[in-house]
């Protein structure tokens, strides 16, 4: 079994030598840190969220928008 943890890097070092000293855990640090998704990756990724987030901007194209201060 694989476990992946994310640590802060202040706690990194720390928690390396916590797991080290486990007989039964192979603990190796991570190459590389994953790429944060943006909003818009994370939007367009489910299928629903998708169809609303284009409708959205669709509707901005034809100037369907409403001000911010109307909404209040």
């Not at 890097?9 to 998704?37: G, I, W």
């Amino acid at each position: 079994m694989k476990i992946t943890l994310e640590v802060p890097d202040n706690k990194a070092a720390f928690m390396m030598e916590l797991l080290q000293s486990l007989p039964f855990v192979k603990a190796t640090p991570a190459r590389t840190k994953a790429k944060p998704q943006d909003e818009t990756e994370y939007l367009l990724s489910n299928p629903a969220n998708a169809r609303e987030l284009l409708e959205s901007i669709e509707q901005i194209r034809q100037g369907q928008t409403v001000p911010m201060k109307e909404l209040s």
